[in-house]
T-cell receptor, first 110, second 113 residues
Framework: GNSVTQMEGPVTLSEEAFLTINCTYT??????LFWYVQYPGEGLQLLLK?????DKGSNKGFEATYRKETTSFHLEKGSVQVSDSAVYFC?????????FGTGTRLQVFP | NAGVTQTPKFQVLKTGQSMTLQCAQD?????MSWYRQDPGMGLRLIHY???????DQGEVPNGYNVSRSTTEDFPLRLLSAAPSQTSVYFC????????????FGPGTRLTVT
């Protein structure tokens, strides 16, 4: 089955710093790749996605590129804000059994 | 559209009690699933359904039952609650047909004493 490895958190940054959250996955075939974000007290919501190799997903200043050769989908943002503080989940999906990882908590301080 | 709704938002049970967590979606999605979220464990899949009348087990199905009699509803039943089932439960849906983008409900926080 599919699995995903994300960097341990929390990731602590100052406002306007550069963010990278690493994600590598194992999957059969060629999954679609997703990043979800969970703000405090809420459910998960889709942040961005990429459906094939070399695609770049982007939203709200966040970007991630589907790297088939390294089976990675690292999340980046050039300048984080306090409002970006949340838990981020990377997820490869290509079967009906949808698996998420442990998530990475991001804390941004002013 | 209301999207994915869950009730109740909070619930406290005593060990051995039973209850049903409700989940409904109004997007005509075929695929629905239940997850539990525990500190440091991320999201773990409990049960899922690819359409009315079809359900299957996820990673942690023990102690939980589901059924899918309609496209809209996917209730999760705890037959005999245990303290180990204290968690936050999320329901999610997607359209299927190769689109796996998940839409999540707001969650139910369950405490079993």
């Amino acid at each position: 089955g599919n699995s995903v490895t994300q960097m341990e958190g929390p990731v602590t940054l100052s406002e306007e710093a550069f963010l990278t959250i690493n994600c590598t996955y194992t999957a059969t075939g060629y999954p679609s790749l997703f990043w979800y974000v969970q703000y405090p007290g809420e459910g998960l919501q889709l942040l961005l996605k990429a459906t094939k190799a070399d695609d770049k997903g982007s939203n709200k200043g966040f970007e991630a590129t589907y790297r088939k050769e390294t089976t990675s989908f690292h999340l980046e943002k050039g300048s984080v804000q306090v409002s970006d503080s949340a838990v981020y989940f990377c997820a490869p999906h290509n079967t009906d059994k949808l698996i998420f990882g442990t998530g990475t908590r991001l804390q941004v301080f002013p | 559209n209301a999207g994915v709704t869950q009730t109740p938002k909070f619930q406290v049970l005593k060990t051995g009690q039973s209850m049903t967590l409700q989940c409904a979606q109004d997007m005509n999605h075929e695929y629905m699933s239940w997850y539990r979220q525990d500190p440091g464990m991320g999201l773990r899949l409990i049960h899922y359904s690819v359409g009315a009348g079809i359900t299957d087990q996820g990673e942690v199905p023990n102690g939980y039952n589901v059924s899918r009699s309609t496209t809209e509803d996917f209730p999760l039943r705890l037959l005999s609650a245990a303290p180990s089932q204290t968690s936050v439960y999320f329901c999610a849906s997607s359209s299927g047909l190769g689109s796996y983008e998940q839409y999540f409900g707001p969650g139910t926080r369950l405490t079993v004493t």
